[in-house]
């Protein structure tokens, strides 16, 4: 499976921004979608998760209320919707696949995007 993440950029405070995922090559099978960040010096953290069916979700806490994520299984993309978004939020955000239920660990995923830089000025 390969990932493509793409609508990163600059923003500021409070503003809102899109995060697109899109899989290709094997994609068959149902395979769990996450997104994880990583911020300058820290280690990569997990952000949301979303199953096959879109039945179950995972949030990080600190995203919860803000970030929506959402999945078109026909066109194979995942996408998250960030709002309110704050200078903390700045990281390179990475799209990752696995197949089973969904985890919060980055070492569960078998498939990564190449990221996308979200940068939130204060």
């Avoid at 996450?34 to 820290?42: E, N, S, V």
Wanted: charged share 15%; with cysteine.
């Amino acid at each position: 499976v390969q990932l493509q993440a793409s609508g990163g950029g600059l923003v500021q405070a409070g503003g809102s921004l899109r995060l697109s995922c899109a899989a290709s090559g094997r994609t068959s099978g149902h395979y769990v979608m996450g997104w994880f960040r990583q911020a300058p010096g820290k280690e990569r953290e997990f952000v949301v998760a979303i199953n096959w069916s879109g039945g179950s979700i995972d949030y990080a806490d600190s995203v919860k209320g803000r970030f929506t994520i959402s999945k078109d299984n026909a066109k194979n993309t995942v996408s998250l919707q960030m709002a309110s978004l704050e200078p903390e939020d700045t990281a390179v955000y990475y799209c990752a696949a696995r197949y089973g239920v969904t985890s919060n660990y980055p070492k569960y995923y078998h498939y990564w995007g190449q990221g996308t830089l979200v940068t939130v000025s204060s």
